[in-house]
């Protein structure tokens, strides 16, 4: 379940994709002594996880940007993996045909993005008269692409009125009326859309016209009509029957195949792992309310006081031998926070809000994050601070429950943003329900009463050992819970300290896919997630109009101080490059090394100029860290 939103009394709920997070990586073995099924596991997940994480943008750069994460992803794989497996054959198979169909679009790709400049030219010439760009009368005769985009969003100030007032005048004189047309003419022109741009320069070549307009209109419909040969060749170049639909065939039968082995792993590891210490306490004594907190140079942003979930108490044996505790929850709790609040069921009663936090019940603790999975909606943290033997552990069964079997749901689900400890009982309906190619392995479906605020809190056997995490509801019926089966939780909490690795391609995936979103009207919110938090700035309370525009103009939209954070970056960055005219839809990222260990370089080329873009692996994902 997703993270409780107070919104008027009602709690939110959304319905998990089972692709949350991000994983830090995997070593070769999940564990010294793990079973033979589950050697190279963790490279495995690993390319599993990698091949299904879609590109943040659509279009062209979206496509380009999917096969460069899939050829990296493909590459550091064959770099991992042993050699003589019938897997790593399959896997060089793929990498040979992602690498034609690659090669073959980027000779398609770069006709394209000469054709959108050239667009881009034929249009400030048809719609200018007198020096006057039609698009923008707030900007003065003569101004440059950099001025045009600025007076843009100044139209409401009194100079930008009385500079509209002044161009008006010229360009209703007659002899602006060639220009007028050619304006209405291409009033619903997206150059994104081959139907359109073709439709379009048709039309314009139709029309009559003399002199300079006649020049400027069919330099027009020619750019427009060379721009839609260019995005029907690279949309067939794309078609299956041109060998994309051989990529699709091979990389569906190698996550089948991955799939299959990593069900065979989780079906072989039978007993509890030898770091993890049991115990046979109640599970009001295992099971704790999970808060995210955040630090405080994010205090700006707005924040949301019913951002709350469960999550288990673990006793772990590092490898020194000593005892830790740590906390599994859903990683749709934390809300991007690397840090979380711990509270106990009694601690949970009164919240730390209310009056003085002094006077609150039971104990809180700090805990932070280790490990963010994408093969499961799972994220593992550690405890601070804690004495040896100040909190339990709760134990795992490994073995698989019956269908029927009776199971008990713990957590905190709440009244608005008061959480309360809640134990309800149900049965197995389904012991192994499948969702395709959501998250890795199957769900318990049970009907155990859960609600917002249960997300990450236990399933419970009858002899109190954890059967799973619970994690889906689905609403608008009764009874249908998911919860994520505890062999999963063991493979999570064993890799917990592991790194992920990126290649160059992988900074090259996501540089296109930035530079591309940079250029939609409504970019998708998984952009954002990619924008660090390093480019944040605490300082900036107030923004400007454009800021306003291009941050909401993002979805879907994220909730707290993080989502805020990155969303506002994002924003300051895009005024950025508007103010040098913006990049055009298809962009290439070119010159793409690595600097030094998790940190890779890229350039772009704006309307105006160039920028290098750093991209640093920030605890095992790759974001946009600078923009020089």
């Not at 569906?252 to 990593?262: F, I, P, S, Y």
Request: with cysteine; charged share 20%.
């Amino acid at each position: 379940m997703r993270r409780l939103r107070v919104a008027g009394g009602v709690a939110l709920l959304g319905v998990v994709s089972g692709c949350a997070g991000t994983p830090r990586a995997a070593s070769a073995r999940t564990s010294q002594g793990a079973p033979d099924a589950c050697v190279d596991i963790g490279p495995l997940l690993d390319l599993r996880a990698d091949l299904l994480d879609s590109a943040p943008v659509g279009g062209e750069a979206g496509q380009l940007a999917l096969l460069d994460n899939q050829q990296a992803a493909l590459a550091l794989f064959e770099q991992r993996f042993r050699k003589g497996d019938e897997l790593r054959t399959q896997v060089l198979a793929v990498a040979g045909v992602l690498a034609q169909q690659r090669g073959a679009l980027e000779k398609v790709a770069r006709q394209l993005e000469a054709t959108y400049a050239a667009v881009d030219v034929a249009l400030d010439a048809a719609l200018s008269c007198q020096g006057v760009d039609l698009r923008v009368l707030e900007a003065r005769p003569g101004a440059s692409r950099l001025e045009r985009a600025s007076a843009a969003f100044t139209a409401s100030n009194t100079e930008a009125k009385a500079q509209r007032a002044r161009n008006r005048s010229i360009v209703d004189g007659s002899a602006c009326a060639p220009g007028r047309r050619l304006l209405a003419a291409v009033g619903s022109l997206d150059v994104t859309s081959k139907v359109s741009t073709a439709a379009v320069g048709e039309h314009l070549a139709e029309m009559s016209m003399d002199g300079k307009a006649l020049v400027a209109k069919n330099e027009l419909s020619s750019a427009l009509l060379a721009h839609s040969a260019s995005l029907r060749a690279f949309a067939a170049t794309a078609e299956p029957e041109n060998g994309a639909g051989v990529a699709r065939t091979m990389l569906a039968a190698l996550l089948e195949r991955l799939e299959r082995r990593g069900r065979t792993c989780l079906e072989s590891i039978t007993e509890p792992a030898a770091q993890i210490v049991p115990s046979d306490r109640a599970p009001r004594q295992v099971t704790v309310l999970v808060r995210p907190k955040w630090p405080a140079r994010y205090a700006g942003a707005a924040t949301d006081t019913g951002v709350f979930g469960s999550g288990i108490l673990v006793r772990w044996r590092n490898p020194t031998g000593a005892i830790e505790t740590r906390v599994v929850t859903n990683a749709h709790v934390l809300a991007g926070a690397d840090e979380a609040e711990i509270v106990d069921a009694d601690g949970a009663a009164v919240p730390a809000t209310d009056g003085d936090p002094k006077k609150a019940l039971g104990k809180r603790w700090n805990a932070t994050v280790l490990r963010v999975s994408s093969d499961d909606d799972l994220a593992i943290l550690r405890v601070d601070g804690l004495t040896p033997g100040a909190l339990h552990g709760l134990g795992l069964r490994l073995s698989p429950p019956r269908e029927d079997e009776a199971v008990v749901a713990a957590g905190f689900p709440g009244i608005g943003a008061r959480p309360s400890f809640q134990l309800s009982r149900g049965t197995i309906s389904n012991a192994s329900f499948r969702t395709g190619t959501g998250a890795f392995g199957a769900y318990l479906q049970h009907t155990a009463a859960i609600d917002p605020g249960n997300s990450g809190g236990p399933l419970l056997d009858g002899e109190g050992r954890l059967l799973g995490i619970n994690t889906i509801k689905v609403m608008g019926r009764e009874s249908v819970g998911f919860a994520i089966p505890a062999v999963r939780v063991q493979v999570a909490l064993l890799r917990a300290g592991d790194l992920r690795q990126f290649l160059p391609g992988h900074a090259a995936a996501l540089c296109t896919a930035f530079v591309g979103a940079m250029a939609m009207s409504a970019p998708h919110g998984a952009i954002v997630e990619r924008i660090s938090l390093g480019l944040h700035d605490p300082d900036v309370r107030t923004v400007g109009a454009r800021t306003v525009a291009y941050r909401d103009a993002v979805t879907p939209r994220g909730e707290g101080p993080i989502w805020d954070a990155r969303l506002g970056a994002y924003a300051r960055l895009r005024a950025r490059l508007e103010d040098e005219g913006g990049v055009a839809p298809l962009t290439a990222c070119s010159d793409v090394h690595a600097l030094r260990a998790r940190s890779f370089e890229a350039t772009f080329r704006t309307r105006g100029g160039s920028h290098a873009l750093r991209i640093d692996d920030e605890e095992g994902t790759l974001r946009v860290a600078e923009m020089k």
